[in-house]
């Protein structure tokens, strides 16, 4: 249609526009408002026009019908002439003589003289048939004015007629009915609005046709011009206008095709240069760009593909995954990343192996995001892909040093703890010479140095003896070989045969030993000898570390849920907070004067640890130099054993050995 009739598509996409039917409506309302105000004053002379001229027809024919009053009776006359007064809309006549005496009536007449107060000041009306009415002689008297009133909804007004307005020798009133006036007045609105719209209609059309030419066709080729530019911003060249006017439209027109023109140059400058550089990021680096259509076929892939992955693209444009495969992918990454493709879903890291025509093997990272156009529909994929054959290179050696390394440490750990016989019986056997060798050996034969060897021999073996059993005891410890043999205990005894055994090397050293106990505690499901082992490693270190007129608290409480805590708590030399972890590792000491000044291999501290682990416990460690360290045994509610719970314990041992 808009190539064989492009006045009709014009004049469509004239009226559908919003500004057309503004303006239409407008220049309608400004005809309406000057028709308006020319219309009813028209309208009020017509009416003032038409109910004169019923006036004057009815004074005429009245006194055409009662010119012969001498000879006739005034009944009789208005007996005859009475369809005559019909036929001009009079359905009520009454006629009086000076006095106000009615001489004759029929119809509906009224009397149009003003009401007279009656009785409680209640308007009446008076009845000329009842007599004289001397006001109807006051009127006359007034001249020729002839009173007209409408003073009733039943489509009909009334008339007097005074003595002195008539060729008559009497008063005459009148009601006419305003059916025929009503009518006219209709027949002339009915005709002048039929006119006024048809004129609205016309001047609107007009006013369209003009302004649609010389304005309002620019003006809506212009915003489907830039509509369309703002949807294509590549393109905006091609939205160019052709309008070649010599006014400030035509100006306006050749402003904005310079300005579509710039537009289209820097997106296209702007794309160009995007894609130069994704061009120059694609070579730089070592991965590849691909694209899937909406079907999920192959499009495109970067020129790094066939390099880093040995295969063709042709080989895969214009096919799906399923069509092309890959061989040695995993059964269930392969299924989920087609569900993620069908789904139209991003994905990330489908890692898979691709063997090059040499044989190589490569493995290859592919992560994708879908497409979508403005309206939603799916457009297909983009996606990168990177070589990551160095990395799976890397985890795959570093899990195999890991799987070396621990079996290293599982070889140690076995060995150490299969040596616990061959390395204690020797040390046992000079322990026990020493000691034997010193109770026997007489005082007189025996001189002073000779004892003192024996001393450092005994003392010298049982220290080795005693690192020897923490090496052992972590080793065993981390080959699984250790198992708790729990039973359940008194914390406080527990800490008072660890005070005992601690106390002489306290003294020795000058150092206090403090204990604290709540009453009531619990009882405790533990391993007797690891929980003494770990506190006296606790203790040991805390004498150790501090000096002469330091203090070493023990303090044991239960937590709010029930749970066990051991502290141990010094006034020692303290340590920095960074050196920490490496007092908690295997053999760490901390470096400075402390690694010269005391002895010691730097198991206490993971011994302990790994004690406490063992009975689901946590070590915490607190400390500053110059301050004090501060050693936490957190023990989980589950091994505090109340009462009632021991006696049920206590019933099932005796069933279980009756059994």
Known sequence: ?????????????????????????????????????????????????????????????????????????LDVLLEESWQTFQRIGVVGLALYNPEGQRLTAKGDPVLLIPEVAGPGDTPVRRDPAAGADPRIAEVGQEGPKVHRRFDRGDGSFSIFWPASSTALPFAMSARLSTAEIDRELWAFLLRIGLLVLIVASFVSAATIAILGREVLTPVLAIHRNLTAAHGDPEHADRYRLDIRSRDEIGETVSVLNALLERLSDLRRSDLLEQEQRFRDFAKSSSDWFWEMDRKLRFSYFSDRFTEVTGVDERELLGKTREETGIPGVDAEVWDQHLRDLHAHRPFRSFVHPREKPDGEVVWLSISGTPAFDREGRFRGYRGIGRDITAEVMLQRTLREAKELAEAANRTKSEFLANMSHELRTPLNAIIGFSEVMRATLPDAETSEQQREYLTDILGAAQHLLSLINDILDLSKIEAGAS???????????????????????????????????????????????????????????????????????????CRDDGGYVFQVRDTGIGMAAKDIPEALRQFGQVDGALNRKYEGTGLGLPLTKSLIEMHQGRLELESEPGEGTTVTLHLPAERSVHERAEREDSSAEVTSAAE
């Open 1 to 73: 249609m808009t190539m064989r009739f492009p006045l009709l598509a014009q004049t469509f996409e004239l009226l559908k526009a919003r500004l057309s039917r503004r303006i239409a409506l407008l220049v309608s309302l400004s005809i309406f408002a000057v028709e308006a105000a020319i219309i009813i004053p028209s309208y009020l002379n017509l009416k003032t026009k038409l109910y004169d001229s019923v006036q004057s027809d009815v004074l005429t024919a009245a006194e055409l019908s009662f010119v012969l009053h001498d000879h006739d009776s």
């Open 483 to 557: 198992e708790l043999h729990e039973d359940v205990v008194e914390a406080g005894a527990i800490a008072q045969s660890v005070l005992r055994v601690i106390r002489q090397r306290a003294e020795e050293a000058g150092v206090a030993l403090v204990f604290q106990g709540a009453d009531g505690l619990p009882k405790l499901r533990a391993d007797e000898r690891k929980m003494k082992q770990a506190l006296l490693n606790l203790l040991s270190n805390a004498v150790k570390f501090t000096d002469e007129g330091g203090a070493v608290d023990l303090k044991i409480w």
